[in-house]
């Protein structure tokens, strides 16, 4: 199973818009040409980023700017901006059909507990790390 490309898209963008800070404005489409990406998919990017407090984009052709130090942004920011769900699908439940089976009756409340702390460990070793862009 291959995780998302996004979050390796969103990094390239996050350092071109640094390193182009006061030289060019970092449109979607400039981007579009860096990356090789449909700037459809830059402008998703761009939206998660800014929803999570990483970026700005000014409306219309404004272009993006950091919102804070490239230090302060950590992978697991960026990949929690981009897939806020990344994990628990990453590690879901299959969907139980036969409703009268008493193991898919409890398989959601068997596994919430182990998933949850698998997820609060991912957290937390992101976070130690602090690998930032």
């Known amino acids: 199973m291959q995780l998302s490309m996004k979050c390796s898209i969103a990094v390239h963008c996050l350092i071109f818009i640094y390193e182009a800070k006061g030289k060019a404005k970092v449109t979607s489409s400039l981007l579009s040409q860096s990356t090789g990406c449909n700037p459809v998919v830059i402008r998703n990017i761009f939206s998660a980023l800014k929803k999570a407090g990483i970026i ?6 404004g272009g993006a700017e950091l919102c804070m130090e ?8 960026i990949y929690q901006a981009l897939e806020p769900e990344g ?3 990453l590690i879901g439940i299959h969907p139980c059909q036969e409703r ?6 409890n398989i959601h409340k068997v596994l919430e507990t182990p998933y949850k702390k698998i997820e609060d460990f991912h957290q937390r070793l992101s976070e130690k790390e602090q690998e930032t862009v």
């Open 87 to 89: 994990l628990s699908s």
């Open 100 to 105: 009268k089976c008493p193991v898919a009756q």
């Open 70 to 77: 490239p230090s302060h942004i950590t992978l697991y920011m």
């Open 56 to 61: 700005t984009v000014a409306r219309g052709t």
